[in-house]
Nanobody, 125 residues
Framework: EVQLVESGGGLVQPGGSLRLSCVASGFPFDDYAIGWFRQAPGKEREGVSCRSNEDGTTYYADSVKGRFTISSDNAKRTSYLQMNRLKVEDTAVYYC??????????????????WGQGIQVTVSS
């Protein structure tokens, strides 16, 4: 059974930082990408970042480039999303997800079949 469990969310002031973690199980982590998505109230789910655990290729949404960094520790089967210089508009529920096929490259939510439960990130003063 595929499982993805996020942690590290919370409340932070604008300009602050948070690091999200996603521990994965139930599939060959080294062969898959892990994506991070978010959904704000009243908005559609959007791709934030994705990283191939096979070759390290990364993708970022334009809105987070230069502020967010995705990384992985394959030995720990864990993906990380380091979020710096957070803005109020980054407030959302954040999800990590695994795609439906190995060696996937991209960040389209419809290509991801396994999702974590989501974790709240609130940026507010």
């Amino acid at each position: 059974e595929v499982q993805l469990v996020e942690s590290g969310g919370g409340l932070v002031q604008p300009g602050g930082s948070l690091r999200l973690s996603c521990v994965a199980s139930g599939f060959p982590f080294d062969d898959y990408a892990i994506g991070w998505f978010r959904q704000a109230p009243g908005k559609e789910r959007e791709g934030v970042s994705c990283r191939s655990n096979e070759d390290g290729t990364t993708y970022y949404a334009d809105s987070v480039k230069g502020r967010f960094t995705i990384s992985s520790d394959n030995a720990k089967r864990t993906s990380y999303l380091q979020m710096n210089r957070l803005k109020v508009e980054d407030t959302a529920v954040y999800y990590c997800a695994a795609p439906m096929i190995a060696y996937y490259g991209g960040m389209s939510a419809r290509d991801f079949g396994s999702w974590g439960q989501g974790i709240q990130v609130t940026v507010s003063s």
